[in-house]
């Protein structure tokens, strides 16, 4: 299916858009960014020239993807959510050549007015709470609320709150699917599909 684009949106030429996506009003899409199947872009996104986005992602409105930015598959960013690709900007200093890569790995939500400091990866099906700020590596379905974030517990790739400890030796069930986590340490793995 074709991508629809509203006329207000600007998607410069060179820029690579997948099949169905939906781009939604005073949205632009640089000429270097490379986009897959089924995205959506909110009211006044912009996206980078050096930017990777994959298949089925959906960024809310007022969301700005900068150069260093890679999403993968099924990434949700809330409105007004923020990343940045420079640790330590000036005004007077240009550091154009000092960007921080950014990666927000398959599944992972980042909630409304989040704010993703640059060099970090947000672990598959992370999931960040509203107004969290994203300082430091997110493991896998970690859920990490407060400003710095700090981890409060662990949810399925659905989205649902997991019955785990932070830390030790468990497993639990997803309330929705019936999916199977298991929790070695600090790391949580989903042992069926």
């Known amino acids: 299916m074709a991508s629809t684009i509203h006329p ?4 410069d030429d060179g ?11 005073f949205v632009h899409i640089s000429a270097g960014a490379r986009i897959g199947q089924r995205c959506s872009f909110g009211q006044n996104v912009y996206v980078g020239n050096d930017v990777v986005i994959g298949d089925n ?8 993807v900068y150069d260093a930015v890679h999403l993968e598959d099924d990434v949700f960013c809330g409105p007004s959510m923020v990343f940045t690709n420079v640790y330590n900007p000036r005004s007077a200093v240009t550091r154009k050549d ?8 398959k599944g992972a939500t ?3 007015n989040s704010t993703v400091v ?7 099906y992370a999931f960040i709470g509203a107004g969290a700020l ?3 590596d997110v493991p896998d379905f970690a859920l990490m609320l407060g400003v710095p ?15 785990l400890p932070l830390v030790g030796e468990a497993e639990a069930l997803c309330p929705h699917t019936g999916d199977r986590y298991v929790l070695q340490g600090r790391r949580v793995s989903l042992l069926t599909d």
């Open 8 to 11: 207000s949106a600007i998607v």
């Open 15 to 25: 820029a690579q858009l997948g099949e169905d996506c939906r781009v939604w009003h």
């Open 57 to 64: 992602v959906k960024i809310q409105n007022n969301v700005s």
């Open 98 to 105: 000092e960007y921080r890569r950014t990666l927000v790995s």
């Open 110 to 112: 980042l909630g409304a």
């Open 118 to 124: 640059c060099g970090v990866t947000v672990g598959r």
């Open 134 to 136: 994203i300082n430091r």
């Open 149 to 163: 974030a700090r981890q409060a517990g662990w949810m399925s790739r659905h989205g649902e709150r997991l019955a």
